[in-house]
Nanobody, 120 residues
Framework: QVQLVESGGGLVQAGGSLRLSCAAS????????MGWFRQAPGEERDFVAG???????TYTDSVKGRFTISRDNAKNTVYLQMNSLKPEDTAVYYC??????????????WGQGTQVTVSS
């Protein structure tokens, strides 16, 4: 069983930055693609960013140029650096592990989520 534990959420003013971390248990972290999703109140859970085994990354259009996903396989950790935050970025952010080496399909493991609130 894989466990994912997010940290780094909080309250920040518009224009500020936060870095989310997701620590994964197990020995197979480097094998699989990882992703970040978010869910605002009353909304669906949406894809934010993903990073494959090779390090290739992909982003939803609304965060391109502001967010950066990265991974440290030695630490079993994936990060989401969020800059130039906007109130519309407010959501619970979830870390997820994909079933494949690339970003695609539905993740099969999820973290518990961390709240990010951006004030205007």
């Amino acid at each position: 069983q894989v466990q994912l534990v997010e940290s780094g959420g909080g309250l920040v003013q518009a224009g500020g930055s936060l870095r989310l971390s997701c620590a994964a248990s197990g020995r197979t972290f480097s094998t699989y693609a990882m992703g970040w999703f978010r869910q605002a109140p009353g909304e669906e859970r949406d894809f934010v960013a993903g990073i494959g085994r090779s390090g290739s990354s992909t982003y939803t259009d609304s965060v391109k140029g502001r967010f950066t996903i990265s991974r440290d396989n030695a630490k079993n950790t994936v990060y989401l650096q969020m800059n130039s935050l906007k109130p519309e970025d407010t959501a619970v952010y979830y870390c997820a592990r994909y079933q494949y080496t690339f970003v695609g399909g539905t993740p099969n493991y999820w973290g518990q989520g961390t709240q990010v609130t951006v004030s205007s």
